[in-house]
């Protein structure tokens, strides 16, 4: 892990956000979002995310998926590899991560892999676990936005 002084908020490019359709992509682009750090600018509030969704032609709902999703992303050890895997185990924000406990969030990802894949040992272990949080927490100890 990174050391807490040294610990940044990551941002990808948006196309790597897990489930983004090709066009939904370009349609960010077009509108000067390109990484997850832009999307985070861009939608930041509710009248923001007001604006934006019609631009991008999606619902609010759904914008805030991928806002959850890019939120997730700026946890260096989760990215884009993790923050969807993160979302469908109920954890929406960096804030939510950094204040679950370990193994109650590693029960709900192990429960997720078997009843999805029905393979336990793809499922992140509770040391990486440990470790999504403690950045989550370094994070939202910052203050750190993206």
Request: aromatic share 2%; net charge positive; with cysteine.
């Amino acid at each position: 892990m990174n050391a807490p002084s040294t610990l940044r908020s990551c941002s990808w490019p948006v196309a790597q956000l897990p489930g983004l359709p090709a066009a939904q992509a370009a349609a960010m682009a077009a509108v000067g979002i390109h990484t997850t750090a832009d999307l985070l600018t861009q939608g930041r509030t509710p009248a923001q995310q007001g604006a934006i969704a019609p631009r991008l032609q999606m619902a609010i709902p759904e914008l805030r998926k991928w806002l959850a999703m890019a939120d997730l992303a700026r946890v260096p050890t989760v990215g884009c590899g993790h923050c969807g895997l993160l979302l469908h185990g109920g954890i929406a924000s960096v804030v939510q991560l950094s204040q679950t406990p370990a193994p109650r969030l590693h029960g709900q990802l192990l429960r997720l892999h078997v009843a999805t894949m029905q393979r336990r040992d793809l499922c992140p272990t509770l040391t990486t676990v440990r470790q999504w949080i403690t950045e989550a927490q370094v994070l939202t100890r910052r203050g750190l936005r993206h």
